[in-house]
């Protein structure tokens, strides 16, 4: 069983940043791929960042060069650097793991940007 935890969402006018972070339980954590995805009102959830367990990251089209996933094996977090912020970066923002074949989600954590 894989709990997650997600943290640091909020108000931020556009052009701030905010860190999102990611806890998650186990101690197999260093074995993990963990993925933020975000959903919007109104439109389906989609993939922002992916960070393997090795550490090699991908990104949206949409995202790239803005933000930045990493994570800390010894906290077991993981992180999302998001900067330049954009009005439609505003959404839940979820962490995902998929580990032995099950799929984890966290609750979530709302990101709001104002113009």
């Known amino acids: 069983q894989v709990q997650l935890v997600e943290s640091g969402g909020g108000f931020v006018q556009a052009g701030g940043s905010l860190r999102l972070s990611c806890a998650a339980s186990?101690?197999?954590?260093?074995?993990?791929?963990v993925a933020w995805f975000r959903q919007a009102p109104g439109k389906q959830r989609e993939l922002v960042a992916g960070i393997t367990r090795g550490g090699n990251s991908n990104y949206a089209d949409s995202v790239k060069g803005r933000f930045t996933i990493s994570r800390d094996n010894a906290k077991n977090t993981v992180y999302l650097q998001m900067n330049s912020l954009e009005p439609e970066d505003t959404a839940v923002y979820y962490c995902n793991t998929n580990f032995y074949g099950m799929e984890y989600w966290g609750k979530g954590t709302l990101v709001t940007v104002s113009t």
């Open positions: 186990g101690r197999d954590f260093r074995f993990m791929a």
